[in-house]
Each structure stands twice: as C-alpha cells, then as structure tokens.
C-alpha cells in the first residue's frame, strides 16, 4: 500500500510544471556556404610562418656554451636551447596573426656574462 501511495505521488510530481515556453518564431539566416560568400579579401590563415633571424656575434658573449630563448609577448616558448655562437640563427616560428613582435633571451654558461633581453618586430 504504501509503495503504490509513494509511486502515485511521484508519477503526481513529475507530471506538474511541464508547461512548455512558447516557440521563438522569427526569420532566421542561412548557414549554407552557397549563402554567405566570403569577401575577395578575406583571410582564414590564424598563424603565419614569421623568419627570426640573429647573429649572436654582435652581442660578444664570453662564455663557450650560447643559449638562446624566444617567446611570444604572451610568454610561450618558441625556441629554447643552445646556438654557436659565431653563426647567424634563422629560425621559423609559426604566429598567431595578431601577434606583431617577439621576445627574445640571450645568455651564457659563464657567470660573468650578463643576459640580453630584446623585443624584436617581425
């Protein structure tokens, strides 16, 4: 008796507040890519391919091992590890479009040796 009082109520329960919302009826656009052709203009590349060039002999570190750090002004890493210093780098380093410069670190394994932080614009 009591388990067909309990399911009563519950099926009782679960049939109140099913009043539905009443329906949005408006014009909507065509999500068809035969509808909305994109400009001449447009671009759909979110990265580019940017050159990073640098010639570590112009910075005259002493120490014998180079170290080299590029990242985004965001702070992701692109490039860490270590260069010869005595040959120019070309690194290609893939950008999100709105992203106009980088950062870079330079630094030795000597302990007299000051590291170099520049911004660079590519």
Known sequence: MKKALVATLGIILAGCG?????SI?????????????APPN???EQYRISAFELDP?????AGNRVFLKVYSSTGNVLFLGQIDKQKPVSLPLSLP????????????????DNSISREKQL
């Open 42 to 44: 447009a671009r759909f």
């Open 97 to 112: 479009n709105s992203e106009g410069g980088i950062k870079f670190d330079l630094f030795s394994d000597l302990d007299g």
């Open 25 to 37: 009826s408006g014009s909507t656009e065509s999500t068809r890519l035969s509808d909305n052709i």
């Open 57 to 61: 002999s112009q910075f005259a570190l």
């Open 18 to 22: 099913s009043e539905s919302s009443p």
